[in-house]
């Protein structure tokens, strides 16, 4: 039994090792930049048990996110990314701050930055990572400069894209050597994890689990829900009309998502009378989803705030430690190994 424990931890180490040497971590598990959640708390904790942690800039005013920077330097000594949001309105300040406090890794989401700006950041000596939704998406950050992908699939919590994690590991994770590829959407088990990295991904991002760890800031009625939500419950907002390009949103079902709905074929409504342009418009659209998300997250407003959820919901079934979560991730993953070793 214990050689076959140490034949098992060979092949963990082999499968962890591109991870681990691009993140600079025991375990290549990330936890995903949540805005509202992913603060210097939950984000030092994840570093500390191992993993990756990603603090959420998200719609910061530059001086908190700055603040937020030095506290969570303060609580770890271990790497983390600091994730900055292109279409927020502080974005390039965020960009300006990173270049003069200088964070090992970047992370850009929310939309795709420009070629410059991932060399702008490069330049301070960061590795940065791009989110790829679909593969034209991900060969356009590779053209770019990105050092790392995060292919993450529709099923994944927050704002996402419109192809699935299933479809994306086979026209991406397959094909792309060059660089490290994390993936995110829809995981919620160390089992699933081994076979992930069996399959080339260099590791793999979480959120959901970690809104609902023990050290995560969220409202008790927010993890509550989560705890009791099914998979079927997370599910993504549509587009009403071209005019007005929405990124999909997956939430839990509730008022907050149907209020969305309206306020949709109210900006449609004012743009055809002239009284609010497109920009405009998209800018109420993501102040809507800040203060529904802060409401639901703070204040624990399950009804008329922001759930974003992943499908993955379905496979939390209670708060636990961020210690604990890790653990059981890495432990599943090396038994799946072993059980897969032995069919050979």
Not at 94 to 109: M, N, S
Not at 161 to 176: E, K, R
Not at 268 to 284: F, H, N, S
Request: proline share 3%; with cysteine; net charge positive.
């Amino acid at each position: 039994m214990f050689s076959v424990h140490i034949m098992t931890m060979k092949i963990l180490d082999k499968v962890f090792q591109r991870g681990r040497e691009f993140l600079g971590v025991d375990y290549p598990i990330l936890c995903g930049a949540m805005t509202w959640i992913s603060d210097p708390t939950l984000v030092s904790t994840v570093s500390n048990a191992g993993g990756f942690g990603c603090l959420a800039g998200g719609n910061a005013p530059v001086d908190i996110l700055e603040k937020q920077i030095a506290e969570t330097r303060a609580l770890t000594k271990r790497p983390f990314a600091v994730n900055i949001i292109t279409i927020a309105p502080a974005y390039q300040e965020h960009l300006t701050l990173l270049e003069r406090v200088k964070v090992p890794y970047v992370i850009f989401a929310g939309s795709f930055p420009r070629e410059k700006e991932v060399k702008r950041m490069k330049a301070t000596g960061a590795k940065v990572l791009c989110f790829a939704s679909t593969d034209s998406i991900a060969y356009r950050m590779l053209n770019y400069g990105a050092d790392g992908l995060i292919l993450e699939g529709m099923e994944a919590g927050g704002h996402v894209g419109h192809v699935s994690l299933m479809v994306l590991l086979q026209q991406l994770l397959f094909q792309i050597k060059e660089v490290p590829v994390f993936v995110a959407g829809g995981i919620g088990t160390g089992r699933m994890c081994a076979h992930l990295f069996l399959m080339g991904a260099a590791g793999v991002q979480f959120g959901t689990v970690f809104a609902v760890s023990e050290e995560s800031c969220a409202h008790p009625a927010f993890k509550e829900k989560f705890v009791k939500a099914n998979a079927r419950d997370a599910v993504s907002t549509p587009q009403f009309d071209s005019r007005l390009p929405v990124v999909a949103v997956r939430a839990l079902r509730n008022r907050g998502l149907e209020d969305f709905g309206k306020l949709q074929l109210t900006l449609l409504k004012q743009m055809d009378e002239g009284k609010i342009g497109r920009q405009r418009a998209q800018e109420e659209v993501e102040k809507y989803w800040m203060g529904a998300l802060r409401r639901a997250v703070v204040e624990g407003d399950i009804a008329g705030g922001s759930l974003m959820a992943g499908q993955s919901v379905g496979l939390v079934n209670s708060v636990k430690s961020v210690r604990q979560i890790i653990a059981d991730l890495v432990r599943d993953t090396e038994a799946e190994l072993a059980r897969i070793k032995k069919l050979f």
